[in-house]
């Protein structure tokens, strides 16, 4: 009876252990779609682009808002490693933040509806996700065995039934999908309208894409590797900022035996970006993921490497050792990796609270 009780128990909402970061050009109308679910949160909203535009973030809502000054202020010349003019620049509000998970948006992202018609707390399916163990060392044909109604199937070993600890909960998208631009060029008015009621361990071994539109992880697994990388603005790439946190995640996930869920929540994507801009922007890219990929794949950390730090400092010598001979970009990504890793052990040392921005805005209610 005992244990029947525990799993009736509803989800904790983390209140005061979840930061949910944005980042942003534009006035932020869309946070009063998300106020039902968003409101008790504190928000970290990170403006990218001219630091002298003032961004309205709706009343009643707890935030704190970082521009370019603001970063360059905390971060001093370790700045550098801050994307500017791209959404990675998202990655400053994983850095700042103080708490255990992170929960990151994008600014045209709204609340979907499932298919009864109800509207989809994201944020509470997140929470499910990351708080439930993953599978990652063998499929469960079932998908997710800890969802009510759902078990291991027969077959399943005994000895991986408690799971591993999931540090990567990433959502999906109803309407516009994420496409890259040749695939936007071709099926300019394709939308996504399925729903698929499911959450998946992505297994051991395998890389995924992973979009930063919606997406949330345990900050304190897996936070030092969610660097967004050198993108936009001065940088000869841009929109593959989350994909390459993803690939670098996942086989630091794989290494430390954490777990990464793919599935539900969706959201409505509201807005197709133009495909031709994003093709300038993809370009290097498309060309460069053939070369990615296949080191990703094959990339192997050693046995001491016990922590995500350690993990993504070696990382960041494989990527300048190999990837350097692609472009020499990569010996620049290489280096802002390990100014991240510098960045973030300063501001998220035991008893450093770090500095707030000036901008730093806390609401009414």
Known sequence: ??????????????????????????????????????????????????????IKVPEGFDYELHNRNDI??????????????????RC??????????????DDDCFVAKDPSGKDINALEQHIKNLLS???????????????NGADFVRGYPFSLREGVPTAVSHGL??????????????????????????VMTIPKGTLFPMCGMNLAFNR????????????????????????????????????LGFGVKTGLPYIYHSKASNPFVNLKKEYKGIYWQEELIPFFQSAVL????TTVQKCYIELSKQVRAKLGKVDEYFIKL?????????????????GNSGELADGTGKSNS
């Open 1 to 54: 009876m005992a244990e029947t009780a525990v799993s009736l128990t509803p989800t904790p909402l983390l209140k005061d252990e979840l930061d949910i970061v944005i980042p942003t050009i534009r006035n932020l109308d869309f946070l009063e779609m998300w106020r039902p679910f968003f409101q008790p949160y504190h928000l970290i909203i990170v403006q990218d682009g001219d630091p002298s535009k003032t």
């Open 72 to 89: 360059n202020r905390i971060l001093g010349p370790k700045a550098s490693c801050i994307s500017f003019k791209d959404s990675a620049c």
């Open 92 to 105: 400053f509000g994983y850095l700042v933040s103080k708490k255990k998970y992170v929960y990151t948006i």
């Open 133 to 147: 163990p993953s599978t990652p060392f063998f499929f469960n044909t079932l998908y997710d065995p800890y969802r």
């Open 173 to 198: 998208w109803l309407n516009i999908p994420d496409y890259d631009a040749p695939t936007q060029l071709v099926k300019p008015l394709e939308r996504n309208t399925r729903y698929v009621d499911a």
């Open 220 to 255: 304190e697994l897996i936070g030092p590797a969610m660097y967004f990388g050198l993108m936009g603005d001065g940088q000869p790439i841009g929109r593959y900022d989350d994909m390459w946190a993803g690939w670098c995640t996942k086989v630091i996930c794989d290494h």
């Open 302 to 305: 050693p046995k001491d490497c």
């Open 334 to 350: 290489a280096d802002a990796m390990v100014t991240w890793i510098e960045a973030w052990d300063e501001l998220n040392s035991s």
